[in-house]
């Protein structure tokens, strides 16, 4: 299995552009997370799907922020307009079972950098 | 005050030291997840308990549940197991992340 595949790996988008990462979960995986890691803030969950149904989104940050998850094998993190405090590596995670007992696979994160 | 603390934030240890980093949390949790991320950025999921104790070679993690507490344990450290280890706690998927222990083990 490849795992849990993100792109791009890296990004670096000037100020008032809109980012868009993408993810791949595992197949068969029902439950898809979406994290942002800073060195200040640490890991952060943003928002969690459960067979393409988001569940909670209270961790994303504002309106500049959405997430979709259009198909079981495919989901999108937007920020639009961008701004240089969004700059962190942003992870994708996949688990074949829920909260709370769930083993999550991580995606390597998308380093993304906004000037 | 952060919901979940670990300390030590930093640790080094010699080849073979048994080592523990420990984990508190303020808030009810359902489950307390234990993270390993790797000095690439690779995160790698260690663990998820309720109660009592696992084991997975030299890693043993515990959770007191009434004191509100988990320890990771490396037994036999070796330098490959220098990383950040992060502690998480939810109920349902809202996992609240500790800030990590980077771990240095020197040969």
Not at chain 1, 39 to 66: A, C, K
Not at chain 2, 40 to 46: H, P, R
Request: proline residues 6%; contains cysteine; aromatic residues 8%.
């Amino acid at each position: 299995d490849a795992g849990v595949i993100q792109s791009p790996r890296h990004e670096v988008t000037e100020m008032g552009q809109e980012v868009t990462l993408r993810c791949k979960p595992i197949s068969g995986h029902d439950y898809l997370f979406w994290y942002r890691q800073t060195m200040m803030r640490g890991l952060e969950l943003l928002i969690y799907f459960n067979n393409n149904v988001p569940i909670d989104d209270s961790g994303m940050p504002e309106d500049r922020f959405s997430a979709k998850m259009p198909n079981a094998s495919f989901s999108t993190l937007k920020i639009q307009p961008s701004e240089p405090r969004d700059s962190a590596v942003y992870f994708c995670a996949s688990s074949l079972k829920g909260p709370p007992l769930y083993e999550q696979y991580f995606g390597p994160g998308t380093r993304l950098t906004v000037t | 005050k952060n919901e979940v603390e670990q300390s030590p934030q930093n640790l080094t240890a010699q080849e073979g030291e048994f080592i523990t980093i420990n984990c508190s949390y303020s808030v009810g949790i359902s489950a307390l997840h234990w993270l390993q991320q790797h000095p690439g950025g690779g995160i790698v999921s260690l663990f998820m308990l309720s109660s009592g104790k696992k084991k997975h070679g030299r890693l043993i993690a515990t959770i007191n549940i009434q004191e509100k507490h988990s320890s990771l344990h490396i037994t036999a450290s070796h330098p490959r197991d220098s990383a950040v280890y992060i502690c998480a706690g939810g109920s349902q998927g809202n996992l609240i992340f500790g800030k990590g222990t980077k771990l240095s083990v020197k040969p």
